[in-house]
């Protein structure tokens, strides 16, 4: 499914407004995003339309079960061209987080499954020759929690 960078804002704002245990509302991510309550209403209508998070007017807004898999993996695409441009080409910060963000979404699937590769053997961090898959939930929490062991090649 292809969404806008806007949609993806709104995903991810929702995805991290939940993993923090909080109600989300219109007016909550209005002001995180600095959007208008209508322009907020009219871009939750549309990802509700997609199937990508549950809303009742006036109501609270929660993430489906696949709205919350792309957030997750709009994220790990993010983290990954971040760590690339960052700490393999050395860009400064500012400049690593306004690229990645552009990046990321022009960025098929199988780019983003061997960058992942490239930039966890090169930096040490974990060692991803199972196969990875950024489509697949498994593989990016498994990716998360194996941490590469001393020793390993």
Same mark, same amino acid.
């Given at each position: =499914?292809?969404?806008?960078?806007? /949609?993806? *804002?709104?995903?991810?704002?929702?995805?991290?407004?939940?993993?923090?245990?909080?109600? %989300?509302?219109?007016?909550?991510?209005?002001? @995180?995003?600095? @959007?208008?309550?209508?322009?907020?209403?009219?871009?939750?209508?549309?990802?509700?339309?997609?199937?990508?998070?549950?809303? /009742?007017? +006036?109501? &609270?807004?929660?993430?489906?079960?696949?709205?919350?898999?792309?957030?997750?993996?709009?994220?790990?695409?993010?983290?990954? %061209? +971040?760590?690339?441009?960052? *700490?393999?080409?050395? #860009?400064?910060?500012?400049?690593?987080?306004? *690229?990645? *963000?552009? =990046?990321? /979404?022009?960025?098929? !699937?199988?780019? #983003?499954?061997? #960058?992942?590769?490239? %930039?966890?053997?090169?930096?040490? #961090?974990?060692?991803? !020759?199972?196969?990875? &898959?950024?489509?697949? +939930?498994?593989?990016? @929490?498994?990716?998360?929690?194996?941490? @590469?062991?001393?020793? !390993?090649?």
């Amino acid at each position: =499914m292809k969404i806008s960078n806007v /949609q993806e *804002e709104y995903l991810k704002t929702i995805y991290l407004f939940e993993k923090d245990n909080k109600k %989300v509302r219109i007016t909550d991510i209005a002001k @995180k995003l600095n @959007k208008t309550k209508p322009t907020v209403n009219y871009a939750i209508n549309s990802l509700k339309e997609e199937g990508l998070l549950n809303y /009742q007017v +006036y109501g &609270n807004i929660s993430l489906t079960k696949d709205g919350e898999l792309l957030a997750i993996k709009i994220l790990e695409a993010y983290d990954i %061209v +971040y760590l690339f441009l960052n *700490e393999i080409l050395k #860009l400064d910060e500012k400049e690593a987080e306004i *690229e990645a *963000e552009k =990046m990321k /979404q022009s960025l098929s !699937d199988e780019t #983003l499954n061997k #960058l992942a590769v490239y %930039v966890h053997k090169t930096l040490g #961090l974990y060692d991803l !020759d199972c196969g990875y &898959n950024i489509g697949n +939930y498994r593989c990016i @929490k498994c990716s998360r929690r194996t941490k @590469k062991k001393e020793g !390993d090649k």
